[in-house]
């Protein structure tokens, strides 16, 4: 079992929609947790960073996690078609500067 | 502030050699860590650089070594390629402390025919 999993989808939804972006992992040791957006060919461009539980919003993101169900979310508002790209979430203890990451859900917002 | 440039970006090698990738970080990063990205098991974590020490390692064979000069510049190196080294590597650099956001360059492109 990955430490990590995330549904790879594809999602498409239409302009303007509510996007929801989920991850789930099995380390309860993870206490940092990030979502990167990657548009084709090029690197992950960071979106979110939080630490513990508990909600953080920036403009029209909001991540949530959820440390009791090893659950973390990233919802997109308003969602526009340059949102369109692979959503990856990321985490990583304490301990160490390894970060691990879901293999990323790919999304599609229509005009 | 220019962002972590990595070269080249796309390299096309055959089995049996040998590659070397470059990284140079945001200026003041002293952090360099580099990931392998495919698209069966995503990004996996090849090892990190601070202060030209190895600060730590993922699970990949001794084929996969890298190493980070006082400028904070780092290389990573892939001998005896396989096919199944075919993938994106990232490089990430970050200010150096636990758990710092990481910024990624836009990756090296390697093909192994």
């Known amino acids: 079992q990955k430490e990590v999993e995330q549904d790879p989808g594809p999602l498409s939804v239409p302009e303007g929609a509510i996007v929801s972006l989920n991850c789930t992992y099995s380390?309860?040791?993870?206490?940092?947790f990030m979502w990167y957006r990657q548009y084709s060919r090029k690197g992950p461009e960071l979106l979110m960073y939080t630490y513990s539980s508990g909600n953080k919003e920036d403009g029209r993101f909001t991540a949530q996690v959820d440390k009791s169900s090893k659950y973390i979310s990233l919802f997109i508002r308003d969602s526009q078609p340059s949102d369109s790209a692979t959503y990856l979430c990321a985490m990583s203890t304490n301990t160490g500067n390894q970060f691990y990451f879901g293999t990323g859900t790919s999304l599609t917002v229509i005009p | 502030k220019a962002g972590v440039t990595q070269t080249p970006r796309y390299l096309i090698k055959t089995r049996g050699q040998q590659v070397t990738l470059s990284c140079s970080p945001i200026s003041g990063h002293r952090s360099v860590s580099w990931y392998q990205q495919t698209p069966g098991q995503g990004l996996q974590f090849l090892f990190e650089y601070f202060s030209e020490t190895q600060r730590n390692k993922g699970n990949f064979p001794g084929r996969f070594s890298g190493r980070q000069f006082s400028n904070s510049r780092s290389e990573m190196n892939v001998s005896t390629l396989e096919l199944g080294d075919s993938a994106l590597y990232l490089c990430a650099s970050s200010r150096g402390n636990l758990n710092e956001k990481l910024f990624f360059g836009s990756g090296t492109q390697l093909s192994v025919l």
């Open positions: 380390n309860s040791a993870f206490q940092y």
